[in-house]
């Protein structure tokens, strides 16, 4: 089967320099649009015009370690957020790992019984066999 986008770009299509002339216009086209150019003169001075004389600077970020303390209480000391902050975290740690042990426990009684209806099914089946072969036996016993 033939590509048809690849038809369209055969050197035997006669389309074909339409198409390469109209891909390269694109590109110039786009070349112009994105070049950088500079700003028109009083471009900036219009701007700063625009802007209400009574108009705040936006807020800069405190530092990192503020923002991560900032949801505490500001008339709390820093270092007793801190160590609040540092007992969450201890908090948090040790409850994942009291979960952790809590699903291990309860894998482990999963697997265990999983492993005694193992061994009953593997018991019944032995003693179907073990009557199986009695009856057998006792077949060729009263067989003359």
Same mark, same amino acid.
């Given at each position: ?54 108009? #705040?600077?936006?807020? $800069?970020? @405190?530092?990192? !370690? =503020? %923002? ?7 008339? &709390? ?23 952790? #042990?809590?699903?291990? $426990?309860? @894998?482990?009684? !999963? =697997? %265990? ?7 009953? &099914? ?23």
């Amino acid at each position: 089967m033939v590509d048809r986008n690849r038809q369209f770009e055969s050197p035997d299509n006669p389309d074909f320099d339409h198409l390469e002339l109209e891909s390269s216009d694109l590109e110039s086209e786009l070349r112009q649009a994105l070049r950088p150019r500079s700003a028109p003169p009083g471009f900036a001075a219009r701007v700063m015009q625009q802007i209400p004389p009574d108009a #705040q600077p936006a807020p $800069r970020l @405190a530092p990192r !370690r =503020a %923002r991560i303390l900032s949801w505490l209480p500001a008339a &709390i000391p820093a270092p007793a957020r801190l160590a609040a902050v540092a007992s969450l975290l201890v908090v948090i740690l040790a409850g994942t790992f009291a979960w952790q #042990q809590h699903q291990r $426990r309860i @894998a482990g009684e !999963r =697997a %265990r019984r999983q492993v005694f209806t193992a061994l009953q &099914i593997t018991h019944s089946t032995l003693q179907q066999v073990a009557e199986n072969i009695s009856s057998i036996q006792n077949r060729k016993d009263l067989q003359p």
